[in-house]
């Protein structure tokens, strides 16, 4: 089991940035997938990027990409989420998740994760 906090939220004009930061805990940290998801008031919540255990591999929502940049440091046990040229419709509540890697595909449902974060509330003013 990983327990995960994450960080760095608040609010932002459209077109700027933000870095979110995930902190962990736990022995088993180092061997899961992690992922970032988001969810807005009245909406689903949805993927947003993921990076594999032994950070070699990085997947990205189509919303997101070319704009968020996923990171992370085995030795810090810490995961980021650059996230630059925002704009309102990213405005949701972050949360970072985590999960023993199952398969050769990603997981990109929230279903799929064992371990949650508190979330971090983003909002990007227009």
């Known amino acids: 089991q990983v327990q995960l906090v994450e960080s760095g939220g608040g609010l932002v004009q459209a077109g700027g940035s933000l870095r979110l930061s995930c902190a962990a805990s736990?022995?088993?940290?180092?061997?899961?997938?992690v992922a970032w998801f988001r969810q807005a008031p009245g909406k689903e919540r949805e993927f947003v990027a993921a990076?594999?255990?032994?950070?070699?591999?990085?997947y990205y929502a189509a919303s997101v990409k070319g704009r968020f940049t996923i990171s992370r440091d085995n030795n810090q046990k810490m995961v980021w989420l650059q996230m630059n040229s925002l704009k309102p419709d990213d405005t949701a509540i972050y949360y970072c998740?985590?999960?023993?890697?199952?398969?050769?595909?990603?997981?990109?449902?929230?279903?799929?994760?064992?371990?949650w974060g508190q979330g971090t509330q983003v909002t990007v003013s227009s």
């Open positions: 998740a985590a999960v023993p890697p199952r398969s050769i595909t990603w997981a990109v449902r929230a279903a799929e994760y064992d371990d």
């Open positions: 990076i594999s255990w032994n950070v070699g591999r990085t």
């Open positions: 736990g022995p088993t940290f180092n061997t899961y997938d």
